[in-house]
């Protein structure tokens, strides 16, 4: 059975009233985002952020009224502030005390520590970093959920082999797709892989949220959250209305992305959640015909910047073919070569931050708040 049209999806939203204008939702150009992916729709609903616990039901309705079309398997709704958001969200570091959350109830209640996994920019490997360490947490004997917080560019179905949709439960939230021992969670769920996601930065912070508080998550030790690249609005406001465990940075060796790599470490200085390490990603490379030791990206220079910066190194991952080709073909390397010198590394680093993480950091989960 087909999946219904945008039409339809917009004259079933048609039914839903907006309770403060008196007008239906789709007529009052309050529906934005409307994403139509195989037979699961995604769209966003803006509102004044003052009226965002009382506009709840009105969400739930418009998931509702959206399910009952044919072809539907399943839905996904968020609350976004309407036009500009109040001067909390505009300036995020003056929503709350330094390195403190604002008051939310708490969105995953069942999930111990939350790591995240940055970089100061993108191109350094960061989404395979951040895939075969929690494949590696999980061999370590943790329960292991991973997060993909890059809602412009998910990358994790394909770098996981994830080719089923995440089903709808009968409590209306989502049960996450496994792979590889993993619990995942993805925008690239929703949406076709060369779909551009051209969303302010509530509404991505309204889908980040959806995916942590309706998602059925379970009893999990960690939550790798991969994170989006650089240090913009998204990352900061992530930062500190997530009470994150900690934080491990990936960089390659090359002096320009170490500058990138600083500004990260030291934005999650800045909000007091603790940098866990720095990892080197593509750190040298092997020719595999001849054996000769090439440092393409230099060799050396994230361990230098951790020494100098204080924070813990956690190794070195190698610029190899086959990383490249397991991650491509949805077989991360430390599942499908788990006896192989690159698992051992990943392996090595995973041990380092489970033995960071203070018994404090795995109780509570990330709370985010909507401004």
């Keep these: 059975m087909a999946a219904p049209s945008q039409d ?43 009226d965002a616990e009382r506009m709840e039901p009105l969400r ?56 995240a996994v940055a970089s100061g920019k993108g191109g350094v490997g960061k989404s ?12 370590l004997g943790q329960r292991v959920g991973i997060l993909d917080a890059d809602v412009y560019g998910p990358s994790l179905p394909r770098m996981l082999g994830i080719t089923e949709k995440p089903k709808a439960l009968p409590d209306e939230r989502i049960a996450p797709v496994e792979a ?16 551009a996601m051209i969303w302010r930065g509530p509404m991505v912070m309204g889908a980040l949220e959806q995916m942590m508080r309706e998602v059925d998550w379970g009893e999990l030790d960690v939550l790798v959250v991969d994170m989006p690249p650089g240090t913009g609005d998204a990352q900061l406001t992530m930062a500190q209305r997530v ?9 390659t060796p090359q002096d320009i992305a170490l500058i990138d790599a600083r500004k ?29 030791r090439t440092d393409i990206f230099g ?18 991952i190698p610029l190899d073919m086959a990383i490249r080709v397991t991650s491509d073909s949805g077989q991360p390397i430390t599942a499908s070569e788990p006896d192989g010198p690159h698992a051992a590394a990943y392996r090595a680093a995973a041990e380092a931050v489970l033995g960071k993480l203070s018994p404090d950091a795995r109780t509570g989960g990330p709370r985010i708040v909507m401004e």
Excluded: W
């Design 60 to 115: 739930r309705a418009a998931e509702r009224e959206v399910r009952e079309l044919d072809g539907v398997s399943s839905v996904s709704a968020v609350l976004t502030a309407h036009n500009t958001a109040p001067q909390a969200a505009q300036d995020p570091q003056k929503s709350a005390p330094r390195g403190q959350a604002a008051p939310a109830a708490n969105l995953l209640p069942g999930v111990g520590a939350i790591v």
């Design 128 to 139: 395979t970093t951040a895939v075969n360490l929690a494949i590696a947490l999980s061999q």
């Design 243 to 251: 009470p994150l465990a900690g934080a491990v940075i990936v960089s």
């Design 264 to 292: 990260g470490l030291n934005m999650f200085e800045k909000v007091n959640v603790p940098v866990l390490g720095i990892i080197e990603n593509m750190s040298t490379f092997i020719c595999p015909k001849c054996g000769e």
């Design 8 to 50: 339809q999806i917009l004259d079933a939203l048609r039914k839903i009233v907006d309770p403060v204008s008196g007008k239906d939702i789709v007529t009052n150009g309050q529906v934005s985002g409307l994403v139509v992916k195989d037979r699961n729709i995604g769209f966003a609903i803006e509102i004044d952020p003052a």
């Design 299 to 316: 060799h050396g220079g994230a361990r230098a910047e951790a020494e100098k910066l204080g924070a813990e190194f956690l190794g070195e």
């Design 180 to 195: 590889y021992g993993l619990k995942v969670m993805s925008m690239g769920f929703m949406v076709a892989e060369d779909t």
